[in-house]
């Protein structure tokens, strides 16, 4: 088993490693006093895994209470989050109770935000069962619903208590979910890992599951220790994302989060002027991961998309560029050049033959 500490306002371990998931109990039992625990899953993931943690736990001195709603991004909201507080409310969970958050992203940040207003905010767990989960979601404390008026607007930051990857878990994920995890972890390689970059861009590295999920979470360790509430150097983790939400946007949403952010991330390198060199390179990975590379929606429209990004602020967006794999800068620049900077990304795509 692999151990990361976090060291945020609340510190942390996350544990990876095979056979977790039915020592899940166990490990949290080690960090929290048996008590009452609200196990929230979405119906998906409750059958496949929701009889085991819930054995887990009570074999672990838990008494634990269930709550599973419909998988999807659509349940993110304010409705699903009230069914799951009067969930907790009629369970008398009090203060000193526990949330496990068993799923991927949807239920770490619905779980993760109830947990953190319920009783003005209780401690909760994170069993991430998706790729993109285990390597981003899962830890740093970002938890939210979405809203009418855009995705993940209503949130707060709640650290975990503890996060538990069972890789055995991600390896039996269908291979469009691996590819969309996939896609957060070659950012965090081309952000500041070459050798993640180097094992993930010929793809067949599911054998180095485990490594690719502690090397990318060692990374967001750091960066959320300097900069656990987002006002500075946690933007970095943004790469490919202002990109990749304008082209999410695009798609009616009908496009998975890190297909979109994987095209974002060869779009930052083309305006960024990167040699084409770096640009294949970036889009080979992609394609040795089964994640698309191209964008099929207009200039104007993209820009106009990403206008909606809540990472704008004022007038400015503070775009992440890559200056080699590894080595990204910020660089603050005013919305108005958002335009100037697809077209030459769609440019580049028809000169690449992307
Ligand atoms: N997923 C980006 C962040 O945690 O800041």
Not at 60 to 83: H, I, M, Q, W, Y
């Amino acid at each position: 088993m692999r151990t990361v500490h976090v060291n945020a306002s609340t510190a942390y371990d996350v544990l990876i490693g095979e056979g977790l998931i039915d020592r899940s109990g166990e490990l949290t039992a080690k960090v929290i006093n048996p008590c009452k625990c609200m196990l929230v899953t979405d119906d998906t993931v409750e059958e496949l895994y929701g009889d085991r943690v819930q054995i887990s736990f009570s074999y672990a001195g838990f008494e634990v209470v269930r709550f599973a709603f419909p998988a999807g991004e659509a349940s993110k909201n304010l409705d699903t989050l009230t069914e799951l507080l009067n969930a907790m409310g009629e369970a008398k969970l009090s203060r000193s109770d526990l949330v496990v958050a068993l799923g991927g992203g949807v239920v770490g940040d619905l779980a993760g935000f109830a947990a953190a207003i319920y009783c003005r905010g209780i401690r909760f767990v994170q069993l991430p069962t998706t790729l993109l989960a285990a390597v981003d979601s899962s830890v740093g404390g970002k938890t939210a619903v979405d809203m009418p008026f855009g995705k993940n607007m209503v949130g707060a930051f709640h650290q975990p208590s503890l996060v538990v990857t069972d890789t055995d878990v991600l390896r039996d994920l269908p291979p469009e979910q691996l590819s969309n995890g996939a896609a957060e972890a070659i950012k965090c390689g081309v952000l500041n890992d070459p050798a993640l970059f180097a094992l993930l861009e010929g793809g067949g590295w599911r054998d180095a599951i485990d490594e690719v999920v502690e090397r990318c979470v060692a990374y967001k360790r750091d960066v959320v220790a300097g900069d656990e509430f987002d006002t500075g150097n946690r933007a970095f983790l943004n790469l490919g994302h202002t990109f990749g939400h304008a082209i999410e946007v695009c798609s009616g949403l009908g496009m998975l989060h890190g297909q979109a952010v994987g095209i974002g991330l060869w779009m930052a390198a083309a305006t960024a002027n990167c040699p084409d060199a770096l640009i294949l390179r970036l889009a080979g990975a992609l394609r040795a991961n089964g994640l698309p590379t191209r964008c099929a929606y207009p200039a104007a429209k993209l820009a106009e998309a990403a206008l909606s990004d809540k990472k704008r602020s004022g007038g400015t967006v503070t775009l992440v560029l890559p200056e080699a794999i590894g080595r990204c800068v910020l660089k603050k620049v005013p919305v108005a050049e958002l335009p100037a900077r697809f077209e030459r990304a769609l440019a580049t795509q028809e000169a690449l033959g992307l």
